[in-house]
């Protein structure tokens, strides 16, 4: 298993950006699917985006998708995720998780992801 931990959360103006980042312990890091999501009061988690171990195929969701990047530097054990454009609706504790090995980590589910950092919280004021 691998052991995350998220920074780079904080408050924000709405059309501002942030980069949370997820360090990651352990010799394997380079071998997971790495995923982020979010977790607003009140609200299931929800899938943000996802990228392979090399970082050759991401996902977005569509809410997401043109304004938030992610990305993985396997050199620093450290996946990112840069967010552009927030909006008030970006608020949320947000977390990061590795895949399972051989799961279906593409389709954004949480229970395909094993390790799950503590979350860190965005808040987008309007």
């Known amino acids: 298993q691998v052991q995350l931990v998220e920074s780079g959360g904080g408050l924000v103006q709405a059309g501002g950006s942030l980069r949370l980042s997820c360090a990651a312990s352990g010799r394997t890091f380079s071998t997971y699917a790495m995923g982020w999501f979010r977790q607003a009061p009140g609200k299931e988690r929800e899938f943000v985006a996802a990228?392979?171990?090399?970082?050759?195929?991401?996902y977005y969701a569509d809410s997401v998708k043109g304004r938030f990047t992610i990305s993985r530097d396997n050199a620093k054990n450290t996946v990112y995720l840069q967010m552009n454009s927030l909006k008030p609706e970006d608020t949320a504790v947000y977390y990061c998780a590795s895949g399972r090995p051989g799961s279906r980590w593409y389709d954004g589910v949480p229970a395909e992801f094993g390790s799950w950092g503590q979350g860190t919280q965005v808040t987008v004021s309007s």
């Open positions: 990228i392979n171990w090399s970082g050759g195929s991401i």
